[in-house]
């Protein structure tokens, strides 16, 4: 069984980082693609970033510059660094994992930024 476990989330103020890691249950070399997706409250949920087991990146435009992907395969984990971090970005956020005929998804962190 797959596991997808977010953790990092909490209150930050304007300008503000935190970090989200998705600690998966077994190696994240299986994976064809993991990421993060976030949802505010009563709109879809979107991508933000995704990486590839050969290490390609996507970005959605609003966070390109400030949140950086990466992925440690050691302690099977992505994580998300989020920098200037503004009040839009608030949303739910959800790791997500991809293989050919499966797709997982974490129970997700909340992220709320206000001052």
């Known amino acids: 069984q797959v596991q997808l476990v977010e953790s990092g989330g909490g209150l930050v103020q304007p300008g503000g980082s935190l970090r989200l890691s998705c600690a998966a249950s077994g190696s994240i070399s299986s994976f064809i693609a993991m990421g993060w997706y976030r949802q505010a409250p009563g709109k879809q949920r979107d991508l933000v970033a995704t990486?590839?087991?050969?290490?390609?990146?996507n970005f959605v435009d609003s966070i390109k510059g400030r949140f950086t992907i990466s992925r440690d395969n050691a302690k099977n984990t992505v994580y998300l660094q989020m920098n200037s971090l503004k009040p839009e970005d608030t949303a739910v956020y959800y790791c997500?994992?991809?293989?050919?005929?499966?797709?997982?998804w974490g129970q997700g962190t909340q992220v709320t930024v206000s001052s």
């Open positions: 990486v590839t087991t050969g290490g390609s990146t």
């Open positions: 997500n994992a991809r293989r050919a005929r499966e797709t997982f």
